[in-house]
T-cell receptor, first 112, second 115 residues
C-alpha cells in the first residue's frame, strides 16, 4: 500500500499561471480532502469529496477547483495563481469505518 | 460551529520530563477529537482519537489524552519526553458523519525537547 501520494513535492509558479496538484490513494476510501497549511494557522479545508463525481467546498475554496472522476484520484486545480496561494497543500483520504484521515506528504507551492 | 484552541504555539521540555499539550474545543454536538503529529517536511500522522468510547485514550509512541466534557478539553500527555518527540502537534475536532468527517484543526503547538 502506497497510501496517499501527492505530486509534485515542490513547485514555483509565476502570478497568473495555472497548475494541477495531483493526489491519489490506493485504500479505496470514498472520502478525500484538500487542505492548505500556512505557518501558525493550522490546516484549512479547501475542498472535499464523498465519492466519485461528488465534491463540495470547504472553508477556503476561492481560487481553486477540484474534480473526482475516480475513487483513487482527487486533483486540485489552481487557475490563476496568486501570491496568497503560496502554501503547503495536503491531500487526505478517510477510512469511514475508523473515522481516521490519512495524509499525503504534501506539495510546497510558491507563487512569485 | 466547531472550533479548536491550542494553548501555546511553542512548548519546550527537557528530555525525560512530562509533556503536556493543551487543547480546548467548542462543539454543539458530541465531538470526535483527534491529535495529529507532523515531523519536519512530512505529512500529518494520527497519534490518537476519541470517538465517544473510553474517555482516556492511548495512542502511539506513549502518548495519551483524556476527554473531559465538563472542561471541553482534550489535553495530550506523555510521562517522559524523548528527543524524537520534537515535532508539531495538531488537535482537531469533527462532528463525525454529520460533517462528512471534516476536521477543524487548531493552529498547532511546536514541541521542542532539550537534551
Amino acid at each position: 500500500n502506497a497510501g496517499v501520494t501527492q505530486t509534485p513535492k515542490f513547485r514555483i509558479l509565476k502570478i497568473g499561471q495555472s497548475m494541477t496538484l495531483q493526489c491519489a490513494q490506493d485504500m479505496n476510501h470514498n472520502y478525500m480532502y484538500w487542505y492548505r497549511q500556512d505557518p501558525g494557522m493550522g490546516l484549512k479545508l479547501i475542498y472535499y469529496s464523498v465519492g466519485a463525481g461528488i465534491t463540495d467546498k470547504g472553508e477556503v475554496p476561492n481560487g481553486y477547483n477540484v474534480s473526482r472522476s475516480t475513487t483513487e484520484d482527487f486533483p486540485l486545480r489552481l487557475e490563476l495563481a496568486a501570491p496568497s496561494q503560496t502554501s503547503v497543500y495536503f491531500c487526505a483520504s478517510r477510512d469511514s469505518s475508523t473515522d481516521t484521515q490519512y495524509f499525503g506528504p504534501g506539495t510546497r507551492l510558491t507563487v512569485l | 460551529a466547531q472550533s479548536v484552541t491550542q494553548l501555546g504555539s511553542h512548548v519546550s521540555v527537557s528530555e525525560g520530563a512530562l509533556v503536556l499539550l493543551r487543547c480546548n474545543y467548542s462543539s454543539s454536538v458530541p465531538p470526535y477529537l483527534f491529535w495529529y503529529v507532523q515531523y519536519p517536511n512530512q505529512g500529518l500522522q494520527l497519534l490518537l482519537k476519541y470517538t465517544s468510547a473510553a474517555t482516556l485514550v492511548k495512542g502511539i509512541n506513549g502518548f495519551e489524552a483524556e476527554f473531559k466534557k465538563s472542561e471541553t478539553s482534550f489535553h495530550l500527555t506523555k510521562p517522559s519526553a524523548h528527543m524524537s518527540d520534537a515535532a508539531e502537534y495538531f488537535c482537531a475536532v469533527s462532528d463525525g458523519v454529520r460533517s462528512q468527517g471534516n476536521l477543524i484543526f487548531g493552529k498547532g503547538t511546536k514541541l521542542s525537547v532539550k537534551p
